[in-house]
């Protein structure tokens, strides 16, 4: 069985309440754009988690950072889970400043032993405050430093290892780095441990020639379906989301775009 969802986007708040009947199982939620909030956001919040479960997607966790957890997101976050209780909550395997400085961007971790150490110690923390597994998502990459020493895949095994979290395995962004990166992305998922894969998200990018670029402003590419595919082969029943946050099409498109995942998960699964 293949649970699909999509992003709770406010340019489809008006048609989800008129319309509610859809094959969507779920929908995802990011935690930013609630976390202040309250009226009508939090209002479309309890209207839709009376009818789908909801998941919590983060941007702001800011778990690489040198500095201290901001204990003030957490406890806003902490809120939000105990009245919506999300059955996922996830955040990126990122950095998103310093202190003083804001970003507004997720950006990548030297691949080494001070990292991991860094990181597991910060989502013990985490963790702990929170009362749950952490979730973490790979990040799309335009650079590599010359300090890592293991393979994002590598790094992300033994992670999940040390610190007990998840992993929500981001397919366009391996398909994404493959490309900008020049590795096989199939080696990627072949050192996962798909025991630990709690949800996949899948999206587009924009070729922009020399590069790709993880923009989610397209439907799901061949090249990502096809890696999809090779995903799945290992997993029995994992939580899948398109992920479409530029040039939002209507909701049935994106509804579309999200029960070509099932077609494809069901049909793999019927002939295995």
């Not at 020399?210 to 096809?226: A, E, K, M």
């Not at 029943?237 to 939002?248: A, G, N, S």
């Not at 775009?257 to 049909?267: F, G, Q, R, V």
Request: aromatic content about 12%; proline content about 6%; overall charge negative.
């Amino acid at each position: 069985m293949c649970n699909i969802g999509v992003g709770l986007r406010a340019e489809h708040y008006s048609y989800l309440e008129a319309r509610p009947q859809t094959e969507l199982k779920w929908f995802e939620v990011i935690s930013e754009n609630h976390l202040n909030s309250r009226g009508r956001p939090w209002e479309i919040l309890h209207t839709m988690r009376e009818k789908f479960p909801l998941s919590f997607h983060g941007v702001s966790l800011n778990i690489g950072s040198y500095a201290p957890l901001d204990f003030e997101y957490l406890k806003k976050l902490k809120y939000m889970i105990e009245v919506f209780d999300p059955f996922r909550v996830s955040d990126h395997l990122c950095f998103t400043g310093v202190p003083g400085a804001n970003i507004h961007n997720l950006l990548p971790l030297p691949y080494n032993d001070k990292t991991l150490i860094h990181l597991t110690e910060k989502l013990d923390q985490v963790q702990s405050f929170l009362d749950r597994p952490f979730i973490l998502e790979n990040l799309s990459a335009y650079i590599d430093f010359q300090e890592s020493t293991y393979t994002e895949w590598e790094f992300i095994k033994k992670l999940v290892e040390r610190s007990g979290c998840k992993i929500l395995l981001d397919v366009n962004n391996i398909y994404v780095n493959a490309v900008n990166h020049k590795f096989d992305p199939k080696i990627y998922i072949d050192h996962i441990p798909k025991d630990k894969i709690e949800e996949i998200h899948l999206a587009g990018y924009s070729d922009m020639g020399d590069f790709l670029f993880d923009t989610h402003s397209n439907p799901v590419f061949p090249p990502v379906w096809d890696l999809f595919s090779y995903v799945i082969k290992d997993l029995k029943d994992v939580p899948v989301l398109i992920e479409w946050d530029d040039d939002i099409p209507e909701f049935a498109r994106l509804e579309a775009e999200a029960l070509k995942a099932k077609k494809i998960w069901e049909s793999h699964h019927a002939r295995n």
